[in-house]
């Protein structure tokens, strides 16, 4: 195949993955990160070839996040509600999360 062929088929499939994306078929945008520092695109890079540094800002992206507050007696369903299920339908229980 000639260069021009690769080249379309290289654009082809560019073409379709951003069409994919714009109407919500797949969703490539980065939820795990939050703005700010970070090791940004040569985060793999410092994973690969300096691994050390790699653990310290994995070290410290565990310890700045904040785990949730424990429940104290009296709190409540803490948004979660235990009711029965539908006669009809299933015979079991159900456990629906409110907020």
Do not use: C, N
């Not at 073409?15 to 700010?36: E, F, M, N, P």
């Not at 040569?42 to 565990?62: K, M, N, S």
């Not at 409540?76 to 029965?84: H, K, R």
Request: proline residues 7%.
């Amino acid at each position: 195949m000639e260069w021009w062929g690769w080249a379309l088929v290289s654009l082809g499939a560019l073409a379709l993955v951003t069409l994919a994306h714009r109407l919500g078929w797949i969703d490539l945008s980065d939820k795990s990160r939050r703005g700010g520092g970070g090791p940004g695109v040569l985060g793999i890079g410092d994973e690969v070839f300096h691994p050390t540094r790699h653990e310290a800002q994995v070290e410290l992206d565990r310890q700045t996040s904040l785990p949730a507050p424990a429940s104290v007696p009296g709190d409540g369903p803490l948004g979660i509600v235990d009711a029965p299920a539908d006669e009809h339908g299933y015979a079991g229980r159900l456990r629906i999360q409110v907020d």
